[in-house]
């Protein structure tokens, strides 16, 4: 089974994410990475769960992860990024930042090179820099205001961290009622796609994928 076979035959799935998830099985994707998705989800997803992790534990893990398995994307990041910027954006947008965000980004500004090597290899998206979302946010703004956008397709309240290239990201939802929660904003669906309950559940398991990938290789070569 893969991917695209495991999202359409998911009938616990909303259909507007399942939609998302399906068209992003059809974007560029490393055929490793698709190969590992496809086991993790048959194997792993059900019993996956981010309880008791914390955010700032996991970017421990995933920073020993780049150390050991991929030190040279680890060095495309830009610096991190002080809290002075953060309040200068939270100041100019009128928006306040997740802690979460706030330690990502002070772990790592974001990827030098965008859309070169994927953050996420899963979802070949790259971590956006602080300038890189608020001049996404300014765009997607300006549309919406022009009446260039269909209505409920973007919201000014959500925040874009990750980008694939092709004008689709995952964004953290700063509105009010349902702050921090993680969404997929694909450019061709539009409208508000929830991933998943906050950004420690997006991080929990992209690194339990990202582990479970050096489970898989390490198996692989041992068949070898």
Same mark, same amino acid.
């Given at each position: 089974?893969?991917? /695209?076979? +495991? $999202?359409?035959?998911?009938?616990?799935?909303?259909?507007?994410?399942?939609?998302?998830?399906?068209? @992003?099985?059809?974007?560029?994707?490393?055929?490793?990475?698709?190969?590992?998705?496809?086991?993790? *989800?048959?194997?792993?997803?059900?019993?996956?769960? +981010?309880?008791?992790?914390?955010?700032?534990?996991? *970017?421990? &893990?995933?920073?020993?992860?780049?150390?050991?398995?991929?030190?040279?994307?680890?060095?495309?990041?830009?610096?991190?990024?002080?809290?002075?910027?953060?309040?200068?954006?939270?100041?100019? =947008?009128?928006?306040?930042?997740?802690?979460? +965000?706030?330690?990502?980004?002070?772990? @790592?500004?974001?990827?030098?090179?965008? /859309?070169?090597?994927?953050?996420?290899? /899963?979802?070949?998206?790259? *971590?956006?820099?602080?300038?890189?979302?608020? &001049?996404? @946010?300014?765009?997607?703004?300006?549309?919406?205001?022009?009446?260039?956008?269909?209505? #409920?397709?973007?919201?000014? +309240?959500?925040?874009?961290?990750?980008?694939?290239?092709?004008?689709?990201? =995952?964004?953290?939802?700063?509105?009010?009622?349902? $702050?921090?929660?993680?969404?997929?904003? &694909?450019?061709?669906?539009? #409208?508000?796609?929830?991933?998943?309950?906050?950004?420690?559940?997006?991080?929990?398991?992209?690194?339990?994928?990202?582990?479970?990938?050096?489970?898989?290789?390490?198996?692989?070569?041992?068949?070898?």
């Amino acid at each position: 089974m893969n991917c /695209f076979q +495991y $999202y359409w035959n998911d009938t616990n799935l909303d259909e507007k994410l399942k939609d998302a998830l399906l068209s @992003r099985c059809f974007r560029l994707k490393q055929p490793y990475a698709e190969k590992v998705e496809a086991r993790w *989800l048959v194997e792993r997803k059900d019993t996956f769960s +981010y309880k008791n992790k914390k955010f700032s534990d996991l *970017l421990c &893990d995933l920073n020993n992860w780049l150390v050991d398995v991929r030190p040279d994307l680890l060095a495309e990041f830009n610096e991190p990024v002080e809290q002075a910027e953060f309040d200068q954006f939270e100041q100019e =947008t009128g928006l306040i930042l997740p802690k979460e +965000y706030k330690l990502l980004l002070a772990w @790592r500004g974001g990827q030098l090179h965008h /859309f070169e090597d994927g953050f996420d290899p /899963f979802s070949e998206e790259t *971590l956006m820099s602080l300038q890189a979302t608020k &001049d996404n @946010r300014e765009c997607m703004n300006g549309l919406m205001e022009k009446g260039s956008l269909p209505e #409920g397709h973007w919201d000014p +309240y959500w925040l874009p961290f990750t980008a694939d290239g092709f004008g689709n990201h =995952t964004c953290v939802d700063l509105t009010p009622a349902t $702050y921090g929660e993680v969404l997929i904003f &694909d450019h061709e669906i539009g #409208g508000r796609i929830r991933l998943c309950e906050n950004m420690t559940a997006w991080l929990a398991e992209l690194m339990d994928k990202l582990n479970f990938m050096v489970e898989y290789f390490m198996e692989s070569e041992s068949a070898d």
